[in-house]
């Protein structure tokens, strides 16, 4: 398996509150997404990153921002959580983006429930 | 914008029987294609990819796609499934110019003993 670490696990927290999420990789891949699952949604792109301090915004970015100071750490921050933003949260990394046949590898998960 | 359709979103098949997954996408333009597997609990890993060549294409366990351009679809099969494939497979696109994948909507697929 990749060497993704996603911190934290598991997360309840309340709503209005500040939460971040840390995703570290030790593959020195250029890119670094984040998704949320949702059933029935599969996964929907949040923000990634295609190298530090280069992020951009996927389809569900809204609430959301991302920071990226080192190629192996992609962080993702909710300023104020709300209820909508109870899911799964995955990070995934790539050795290149699109128009390339590299999969992408993905962390465990961070489950995170907002009260 | 890309969208990728996963139409069955629960099966139930005993063991030994056939599999065939659906995944239709939107795109007119060249495209990377994939199947991941989530099991119980798990992350998402690979099962197979197709980029270009031969359109089907063989992965892991026994599972094989088929990229039929004319009809847009990249449909995932197994001979005879068994209780460990029990998971939500998901299909997902690259299209050109894009730097992230699309994902559909996911297929649970329950193998009953």
């Known amino acids: 398996d990749a060497g993704i670490t996603q911190s934290p696990r598991h997360k309840v927290t309340e709503t209005g509150t500040p939460v971040t999420l840390r995703c570290h990789q030790t593959e020195n891949h250029r890119y670094m997404y984040w998704y949320r699952q949702d059933p029935g949604h599969g996964l929907r792109l949040i923000h990634y990153s295609y190298g530090v301090k280069d992020t951009d915004k996927g389809e569900v970015s809204d609430g959301y921002s991302v920071s990226r100071s080192k190629t192996e750490d992609f962080l993702l921050t909710l300023e104020s959580a709300t209820s909508s933003q109870t899911s799964v949260y995955f990070c995934a990394i790539s050795e290149q983006g699109g128009d390339s046949n590299q999969p992408q590898h993905f962390g465990d998960g961070t489950r995170l429930s907002i009260l | ?113």
Not at chain 2, 14 to 26: D, T
Not at chain 2, 88 to 104: K, M, N, P, W
């Open chain 2, 1 to 113: 914008a890309q969208s990728v359709s996963q139409h069955n979103h629960h099966v139930i098949l005993s063991e030994a029987a056939s599999l065939e997954l659906g995944c239709n996408y939107s795109y007119g333009g060249t495209v990377n294609l994939f199947w991941y597997v989530q099991y119980p609990g798990q992350h998402l890993q690979l099962l197979l990819k197709y980029f270009s060549g031969d359109p089907l294409v063989k992965g892991i366990k026994g599972f094989e796609a088929e990229f039929i351009k004319s009809k847009f679809s990249f449909n995932l099969r197994k001979p005879s499934v068994q209780w460990s494939d029990t998971a939500e497979y998901f299909c997902a696109v690259y299209e050109t110019g894009r730097r992230a994948l699309t994902f559909g909507s996911g297929t649970r697929l329950q193998v009953q003993p």
